[in-house]
Every structure is written in structure tokens, then in C-alpha cells.
């Protein structure tokens, strides 16, 4: 079905010049309003806690509301943020009370969009998803969800409509967002784990910027550098790696072989427990060789990071227990971005944090192994209420690509949606739901996605606000935002299930709009609570889908500690090796390299302190901060372009151009180009290939791509 562009949204937008003309009848009426209410009193006050969930780090904020509307955000310092708020969760008020905020279902009825009741909206999806079944099978159904949904109990119930629906298909933001990471902790130790970072005395911060990913704990982060040694390693001179101990600035996509460089001068100096690794590893024989490859003369010709860096690392690391690493998406973004999480894990492994001397809890221990047995690889056990839903017998999309993705995930791989819409691959996809999802935009390989859209025979989005993939759906429903829905974090003494603000104009909270669809497509059995608490409180039991790919038993172990397949931290995975995989964490170059026509790799993706993601440009305090996005270059590689900080670019590469302004700094790796993602006008993901894919988790190489720079005459 053809989407033209979108011509008409039947209701008011505010140009400045409207704001303008109107703000003396403004006034005149807040003068109306403040006399009524001198009249009948004081405006009504309200403060209630609750919890900010804009990002994972769920900070406690306290909210005022005066007459219903949402005033000021505060952080509650009852919470375990101890009353952090950053500028996101200020903004709040901003995006609730947004006059961009979608406030009734809208239907797409040729070249417009159209206000419904959502009787109608619901109606109309329910139809067309029947009609989908139908023709194609219900597996020509999927489900897609964004950032938002991180972790958010709701996921588990999206999953439960699909399977009721027939289809297997749920994908999220773990596409292309920690996943990759998760996989290889887990390939190798058996548990994805993170430090804590209070207890250790040197703290590695790798391809992270928690200053802006995680602000309340930037100051912990950042003291590791005066209590103990804090080393920061990353193609970007962030703001923390100024503070830190020693900045390593990497070429990007050669991070695994760094820790193989590492691993290498550990060995070499035998700074390990070599008791340790000979009870409870796997692979050891064959990590020792691989590292020899990577002797630090080498590691730097690799990644430019000096060899006497590299040693000095290694025994900083070494003889400064407690160790731990802090990864970010700048490891994982990658061809190589599984194996190299397993490299660097081994390190660790090698570096003692598994020992059982300090952060234990990493460890799932102790673990039988019978119980990695069956649970093996299950990151996430999906439990469900009863009825659970018929088994589905498609099997999930990008299974067959990616099957450890699969296994460790228990969802789709969303990474793989364009080719099922365009090619049928591996079966057709014909109707996709994009839940707090701006996937069209966020994803790779915009343009095939671009066609896939206009391929799809029904195209939801449900959104507070009509983002870029909303404006290409047929049917989109206007989401409450967190805010306006009950506190899903209301197990928490501190904070109430009542909503933080009363939902704007006809938006729903999502728990509500997934009910009423399923009711609307003669699913209510599954679907038999009234409110999302009723919901999360039923009793549930393990979901365990029949597991296409159980592991098969390993010979029985002494005293296993980890929770792999072989109960031993794994050098050499025993997965990998069964699914045709280098069993070992070794590193492979980006397969696009440098050439005269595109000598810079573009990172793209580094999160600004302005968006997260392509969330807020609807705050006009987010906004200041952040008008456009901006393309960091360092000086040799401007002056190489001819380029002038401030100046207009192209940013040119194999797949597409883009046009934004340049700014020459020396903070970052003189072969790259650095800029952030999530901006329609100008996204990196037109630059970056969706074919050049981590072969493990499906993960596109959103940081290794290559491209040119062109100034923009008359800029
Ligand atoms: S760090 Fe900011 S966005 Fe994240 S939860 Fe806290 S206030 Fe919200």
C-alpha cells in the first residue's frame, strides 16, 4: 500500500506567530482563571512521588501539581537517587503538558491523517490484523518496541498478545542496544554482570560515557579517579576521560584486539592465578595462543594505542584489585562486537574479579550443572499468567540468522524486519506495531526501511507524539507518557501506583490500549485485568517456550562456579562451537577499511547530553541545549578536508550523504568523525550499511563505518 507524505493533521499545531497572536487572549485568560479561582479559594495543590523513567536509572522525583497540571519536577530524596533529577527528568512537565502531544487516535484515509474515537482506531487494527492473518499466516504479524520499554514489565504482556495472536514475533530495543554486551558476558561467564564500582580500586570505562548514560553515578565513577585509578578508553576525549588516570583513545572496532593486547602482556608476565584458571576455565590453551598474536608493538599498529600503554594497562590492572570494566555500546556496536565483549571478559577473568574475593554477586553461584543445563541460555525467563497462550509454530524472526541472539534474547531480532517486509525472508511480514518504538528512524538501514513501511499492509504506531515512523503508519494510537500511567515501580514503600498526572486529552497508558486491543480482537481471555497492577500481581508461571536450540549436556563438573554450559568461566565457548562460531574471543577488523575516497570512520550514536535517542525534541529546554546535531572531526583530518570549525558539511559515505555543521576539536581520534543519532533531519543511519552486521547478536557496526567529509561552499 502507497503512503504518500503526510498532508494534513487534523488538528492545531502552534506556530510561534500563533503563540504570538494569542497570548494577550492568554492572558486575559489566566486573568479569568486567577479571579475565578480567588473566588473559590486557593488552586488546588498536589505532591506526590514517583519515579522519573526516562532512562534506566529510575530516579525518585517528586511532582507538584496545581490544578491538574504538572508544575515542577524535584528529586526525591527519599529515594535511592537521594534526590538527583537530571535535565531529562526536568523536562517532564515539558512533554506532558507538550502541545505536540498526540491526544486522540488517528487513521490515515489516503493522503490524511483522521481524528477517530478509539473504538474506532482499535476496531480498525483489529480488522486489518485478522485480514493479515487471513491472507498470510499470523507470523505476517510482529511487534516492535523502543527505549521506552526497556526492562518495562509491560514487554512480557506484548509478548502474550502476539503468542495469542499466533505470532512468535516481539522484538525490542535489545536489537541493537546491549544485547551484543549481555551475549558475551554470558558466553563466557555465564551471567551478564556489571561492577560495582564503589568497591573497586581501578574502574576501566570502555566505550562508556556514564556521565551522560548514568548522571546520578557520574560522581562515583569520576572519584575513581582520586581514590584509586580510573582509566577511560574510548575514540572520544569525553569529559571523564579528562579527568581520569590515562585516557587510552582507541581507533574504533579495534578494542578486542587491545584486550587481546592485554591478555598477551598478562600472560606473558604470568600476572594471573594460574590455580585459578586451571580449575575453573575453559579454552585456556587456546586463549594463551591467540593472545601471542598480540604482542603490544602490534596492538598499537592495530589500534594507535601506544605499546607502553598497553603494558602499563595490563599491570595497573593486574596490581590494582579489585578491578572491574565498565562497557558501554561502544564496544558492542560492531562486526565484532560479541567477541569482543568476550575478550575483554576474559580479561577480566584473568584480572581475578571472578575469584570470589570481592563482588561475588556477579557470579551465579553456585550453580549445578543440571541447572545450566536447562536453563542455559536464558538471560530472561518469561513468566506469564495463566491461560498461557497456544504455542506458536513459526519460528521467530532472525532465529535462523542469528540463533544465540534467539536463545539468549527469547525474542525476535527486530534488525531483520526489513528484509522479512521487502524480501520474505525468511517468511513475509505484512503488519508491524511500533510500540513507543521510532524504529523507521533509530534502526539501520533507513532506507530499506523506508520501503519496508510503504510495503507493510498495516503500519501502528503508538506514540505520545507523532514522531517520524508515526507519521508513515496507518493507525496511530496516542500513548500517555510514564507519567500519566500508574508507577510500575510502586513495589517501592516510597512511591504510589496512582499516576504522577492525569492523562492528556484522549491518550491512554499503554497497559490500557494493549487490553482494549486484545478485547477488540476476541483475545480478552488472556487479557482479563482491568489495570496493569491487577495484571503484574496475577500469579504467574515459567514460560518456557519449547527451546529449539537446548543445549546439549556437558560431561558433569566438579564444583561448578559459573553458569555456562561447562560450569567454568569459558575461554572457549561450548554455544559458539556448537552453532559454527569461533569458539575463541578472537578479533577481526572492521570489514569496510580506509581508503582514499572515505578515510574516516564515522561513530555515530555517542549520546549527547541533549536527547536520548530521538526522545525530547518536543522539550524546548532540551532543545536549547542541543539545536542541531553536530559532526566532531579533529584538526588534521579538517585541515586534510579543508574544513573550518563551524563550517556547513556533507558527511559522504558508501550508502548515502548528510549535511550538518562541523566542529573541529581536538578531543577526538584524528581518524574520526563523531556525531550523535536519533535526529530525522539528519540521521547518521543513511551513512551506515545494514548488511555489515555482528554475525552473533545481529548487531549493526553503528561506530565503524567509514566516510568522507566535504565543506559546504557559502557556509
Ligand atoms: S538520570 Fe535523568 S532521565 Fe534518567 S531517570 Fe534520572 S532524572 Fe530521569
Not at 526489513?418 to 525472508?425: F, Q, R, T
Amino acid at each position: 500500500m502507497s503512503r504518500p507524505p503526510l498532508k494534513t493533521v487534523l488538528r492545531k499545531r502552534w506556530t510561534r506567530r500563533d503563540l504570538f497572536k494569542a497570548a494577550p487572549i492568554a492572558v486575559a485568560g489566566a486573568g479569568v482563571l486567577g479571579l475565578s479561582l480567588a473566588g473559590r479559594g486557593e488552586a488546588e495543590v498536589a505532591r506526590q512521588r514517583g519515579t522519573c523513567r526516562f532512562c534506566l536509572m529510575r530516579c525518585g522525583v517528586v511532582c507538584t501539581l496545581k490544578d491538574g497540571r504538572l508544575v515542577k519536577v524535584e528529586g526525591d530524596r527519599a529515594s535511592k537517587t537521594k534526590g538527583f533529577v537530571c535535565e531529562h527528568g526536568y523536562a517532564l512537565r515539558e512533554l506532558v503538558h507538550s502541545h505536540e502531544r498526540l491526544t486522540h487516535p488517528l487513521v490515515r484515509r489516503g493522503h490524511e491523517f483522521h481524528e477517530v474515537s478509539w473504538d474506532d482506531a482499535l476496531g480498525e487494527v483489529a480488522r486489518r490484523l485478522e485480514e493479515v492473518k487471513r491472507r498470510h499466516g499470523a507470523e505476517a504479524f510482529a511487534i516492535q518496541t523502543g527505549w521506552p520499554l526497556v526492562r518495562h514489565p509491560l514487554v512480557p504482556f506484548l509478548h502474550r498478545f502476539a503468542r495469542a495472536y499466533g505470532s512468535p514475533n516481539v522484538a525490542t530495543v535489545a536489537s541493537l542496544c546491549e544485547a551484543a554486551l549481555r551475549m558475551g558476558q554470558a558466553l563466557t561467564v555465564g551471567s551478564k554482570y556489571a561492577p560495582d564500582v564503589r568497591k573497586l580500586r581501578t574502574l576501566v570505562v570502555w566505550g562508556a560515557n556514564p556521565p551522560t548514560t548514568a548522571p546520578p553515578f557520574a560522581h562515583v565513577v569520576a572519584s575513581k579517579a582520586l581514590q584509586g585509578t580510573l582509566i577511560v578508553i574510548d575514540p572520544v576525549r569525553t569529559s571523564l576521560a579528562k579527568e581520569a588516570t590515562l585516557h587510552l583513545a582507541i581507533r574504533p572496532g579495534t578494542d578486542g584486539a587491545l584486550a587481546l593486547g592485554l591478555i598477551h602482556v598478562l600472560l606473558r608476565e604470568q600476572r594471573y592465578d594460574a590455580d585459578f584458571v586451571s580449575r575453573h576455565t575453559r579454552g585456556f590453551e587456546g586463549l594463551r595462543k591467540l593472545a601471542e598474536q598480540y604482542p603490544p608493538e602490534r596492538v598499537e599498529a592495530l589500534t594507535s594505542v601506544r605499546a607502553s600503554d598497553v603494558e602499563r594497562v595490563a599491570r595497573m590492572l593486574a596490581d590494582g584489585a579489585p578491578t572491574g570494566i565498565w562497557q558501554g555500546l561502544g564496544v558492542e556496536h560492531h562486526e565484532n562486537g560479541v567477541q569482543t565483549v568476550r575478550a575483554i571478559s576474559s580479561l577480566e577473568v584473568l584480572c581475578g574479579r571472578f575469584d570470589g574475593t570481592h563482588d561475588a554477586r556477579s557470579l551465579l553461584s553456585p550453580v549445578t550443572p543440571r541447572f545450566a543445563e536447562e536453563m542455559l541460555p536464558a538471560l530472561y525467563r518469561m513468566r506469564t499468567p495463566e491461560p498461557v497462550p497456544p504455542p506458536v509454530a513459526a519460528r521467530t524472526l532472525g532465529g535462523e540468522r542469528f540463533p544465540l541472539y534467539e536463545v539468549f534474547n527469547r525474542e525476535a531480532q527486530g534488525e531483520v524486519l526489513a528484509d522479512a517486509i521487502l524480501d520474505g525472508k525468511p517468511y513475509p511480514v505484512r503488519a508491524l506495531m511500533l510500540w513507543a518504538s521510532n524504529a523507521l528512524l533509530t534502526a539501520s538501514g533507513t532506507q530499506r526501511l523506508a520501503k519496508a513501511a510503504e510495503a507493510l499492509e498495516l503500519l501502528v504506531t503508538v506514540d505520545p507524539f507523532l514522531s517520524a515512523s508515526a507519521q508513515r503508519s496507518d493507525v496511530v494510537l496516542p500513548a500517555a507518557t510514564f507519567a500519566e500511567s500508574q508507577d510500575i515501580d510502586a513495589e517501592d514503600a516510597q512511591v504510589d501506583a496512582r499516576s504522577l498526572v492525569p492523562a492528556q486529552g484522549d491518550s491512554w497508558p499503554d497497559w490500557r490500549i494493549l487490553r482494549q486491543l486484545a478485547h477488540a480482537m476476541g483475545l480478552g481471555r488472556y487479557f482479563p485485568w482491568e489495570t496493569f497492577h491487577e495484571a503484574m500481581s496475577a500469579p504467574r508461571v515459567a514460560w518456557m517456550e519449547a527451546p529449539s536450540l537446548q543445549p546439549r549436556p556437558e560431561p558433569q563438573v566438579e564444583a561448578p562456579r559459573f553458569g555456562t554450559v561447562s560450569g567454568q568461566a569459558e575461554f572457549a565457548s561450548t554455544l559458539l562451537e556448537r552453532h559454527g562460531y569461533e569458539p575463541l574471543p578472537a578479533w577481526s577488523a572492521p570489514t569496510e577499511a580506509l581508503t582514499p575516497d572515505y578515510p574516516l570512520r564515522l561513530v555515530s550514536g555517542p549520546r549527547p547530553r541533549a536527547r536520548i535517542n530521538s526522545q525530547f525534541s518536543q522539550s524546548p529546554s532540551i532543545t536549547a541545549r542541543m539545536r542541531e546535531p553536530e559532526a566532531l572531526l579533529h584538526p588534521a583530518a579538517a585541515s586534510a578536508a579543508g574544513v573550518r570549525h563551524g563550517q556547513r558539511v556533507e558527511l559522504v559515505s558508501p550508502y548515502g550523504r548528510i549535511r550538518l555543521r562541523a566542529v573541529v576539536t581536538e578531543d577526538v581520534h584524528p581518524e574520526c568523525v563523531v556525531m550523535p543519532a536519533g535526529w530525522a533531519e539528519v540521521n547518521p543511519n543513511l551513512l551506515i550499511s545494514d548488511t555489515k552486521r555482528d554475525p552473533i547478536s545481529g548487531f549493526p557496526a553503528f561506530r565503524s563505518g567509514v566516510c568522507r567529509v566535504e565543506p559546504l561552499a557559502g557556509s
